[in-house]
């Protein structure tokens, strides 16, 4: 990952927003928040846990939208 001068026509604030930009796509700031304290095995399986259920959660609140019925043919009051 380099980030040049030349690629960014020599402006300092531009070179700082891509060079984070890479550095959060590659998942370097995440890992090293990870990493930054000491977790127990049981702890890693636990989140991951979570994780999975989080997500399984979301696909499954978007299904539910995409299979409810419309209600195209509304009473209308007059």
């Known amino acids: 990952m380099v980030v040049r001068a030349q690629d960014n026509n020599g402006d300092p ?8 930009k890479l550095v959060k796509a590659e998942g370097i700031i995440d890992e090293l928040r990870n990493r930054r304290y000491f977790k127990s095995p049981s702890e890693k399986r ?12 979301k696909v499954n609140r978007r299904r539910e939208e995409l299979l409810k019925p419309r209600d195209r043919y509304k009473k209308r009051r007059s």
Not at 46 to 57: A, F, G, S, V, Y
């Open 13 to 20: 604030e531009r070179m700082i927003r891509r060079f984070r």
């Open 46 to 57: 636990r989140e991951q846990k979570e994780e999975r259920q989080r997500l399984i959660n």
